[in-house]
T-cell receptor, first 110, second 114 residues
Framework: DAKTTQPNSMESNEEEPVHLPCNHS???????IHWYRQLPSQGPEYVIH???SNVNNRMASLAIAEDRKSSTLILHRATLRDAAVYYC???????????FGTGTRLQVFP | DTGVSQDPRHKITKRGQNVTFRCDPI?????LYWYRQTLGQGPEFLTY????????KSRLLSDRFSAERPKGSFSTLEIQRTEQGDSAMYLC????????????FGQGTRLTVV
């Protein structure tokens, strides 16, 4: 299975933008890039996904490199409720299963 | 629909006992996944179903683990002869078929083996 690499932790101040990077050099051409986040004692929650083009939704934006070997999740204005572990994952074309790494723990300071 | 629900939320069991967890997916979702998560780690894939068919099992899933999804609706995950190393959060997720769809996770069942 392809792997992702993310920084272990990042910090941000409230209302500042946050850029969470992810490297996925072994991604296959048909795998979708998905981002999930997990709050303490809860299951992961979907954030956003994309294949090649940049994507925006109400929660975040996803910027995908042209060679698809990396992507960046952008939170435009961090809030205290955005403090969570963020996982960059693949969704395999054949099985749809999500392969998780260890994620990035985001701390947001008031 | 209230999302993916898992029962129980917490389970404490003695080593050597059998335990069974239940997952109720979102009703129209044909894919159902089980994951295991230990402290500080991301969820690890265990197995998944397409309707009632179990299509893949991870090597993490030893012979003591079995999962079923009768009639393609709810699913159960059974662990026989539990060991302390089985202590973890067990997560269930469901989705429609397709890698461009989002998966919905339950809140998990936290298993503690004493």
């Amino acid at each position: 299975d392809a792997k992702t690499t993310q920084p272990n932790s990042m910090e941000s101040n409230e209302e500042e933008p946050v850029h969470l990077p992810c490297n996925h050099s072994t991604i296959s051409g048909t795998d979708y890039i998905h981002w999930y986040r997990q709050l303490p004692s809860q299951g992961p929650e979907y954030v956003i996904h994309g294949l090649t083009s940049n994507v925006n939704n109400r929660m975040a934006s996803l910027a995908i490199a042209e060679d698809r070997k990396s992507s960046t999740l952008i939170l435009h204005r961090a809030t205290l409720r955005d403090a969570a572990v963020y996982y960059c994952t693949f969704r395999s074309y054949n099985t749809d299963k999500l392969i998780f790494g260890t994620g990035t723990r985001l701390q947001v300071f008031p | 629909d209230t999302g993916v629900s898992q029962d129980p939320r917490h389970k404490i069991t003695k080593r050597g006992q059998n335990v069974t967890f239940r997952c109720d997916p979102i009703s129209e979702h044909n894919r159902l996944y089980w994951y295991r998560q230990t402290l500080g780690q991301g969820p690890e894939f265990l197995t998944y179903f397409q309707n009632e068919a179990q299509l893949e099992k991870s090597r993490l899933l030893s012979d003591r683990f079995s999962a079923e999804r009768p009639k393609g609706s709810f699913s159960t995950l059974e662990i026989q002869r539990t060991e302390q190393g089985d202590s973890a959060m067990y997560l269930c997720a469901s989705s429609l078929t397709g890698s461009n769809t989002e998966a919905f996770f339950g809140q998990g069942t936290r298993l503690t083996v004493v």
